[in-house]
């Protein structure tokens, strides 16, 4: 086999059976909100409400790690497993997009003191430490080399997204290849 070959075949693998791609996302997920409070603890940036916003979906990528590994690894979860990766990533890209708007002055930039979630899923008064909006929205920190966070997230989001869109149907071209076997 060829080296792109193998490397194909790997991905496929990856994407396809077990559960290191659920452990990636797990990880994923909780190192994206632990990198999110060390910005706002450590480093004393507080989030707005669209931070904040982002911070949920990166918790719901995590969540979707968590829960596929506890799911039987079927065809059907995994398939669930990949629209639910798909939807929180493009969440979260999309909140990172707005950010990255309204940092480069392209945006409306309206932002509230508020969450703005509704009384059934009030996240920030629940669990202010992580969730509570304490900022307006303006800018994002630089995470290296002059890349915002808010240029960080959509990359990341990217990924995910590609991800779940690659490994949908690299998993249902398998199941189809073994059904008509």
């Known amino acids: ?11 496929t693998e990856l994407l396809t ?6 452990w990636a996302i797990f990880a994923l997920g909780s190192s994206l909100l632990a990198a999110a409070l060390y910005w706002q603890y450590v480093l004393g940036d507080d989030p707005c409400q669209v931070c904040i916003q982002a911070r949920l ?11 596929m590994l506890m799911l039987p ?4 979860y995994r398939l669930a497993g990949f629209a639910l990766t798909l939807l929180t990533g493009a969440g979260m890209g999309e909140r990172a ?12 930039g309206s932002c509230e003191f508020t969450l703005g979630m509704p009384s059934w899923f009030a996240v920030d008064q629940w669990f202010p430490a992580l969730f509570e909006v304490r900022n307006i929205c303006s800018y994002t920190p630089e995470i290296a080399f002059g890349v915002s966070m808010a240029e960080a997230l959509i990359g990341i989001a990217a990924v995910v997204c590609v991800l779940a869109l690659l490994g949908s149907g690299l998993l ?10």
């Open 57 to 67: 979906w990166a918790v719901g990528i995590g969540l979707v790690g968590a829960f």
């Open 172 to 181: 249902i071209k398998s199941a189809l290849a073994t059904k008509t076997d």
């Open 17 to 22: 059976k077990g559960r290191l791609l659920w």
């Open 73 to 76: 690894d079927t065809l059907l």
């Open 1 to 11: 086999m060829a080296p792109s070959t193998k490397s194909l075949a790997a991905l």
């Open 97 to 108: 997009f707005y950010l990255y708007e309204i940092e480069n002055f392209r945006g409306d």
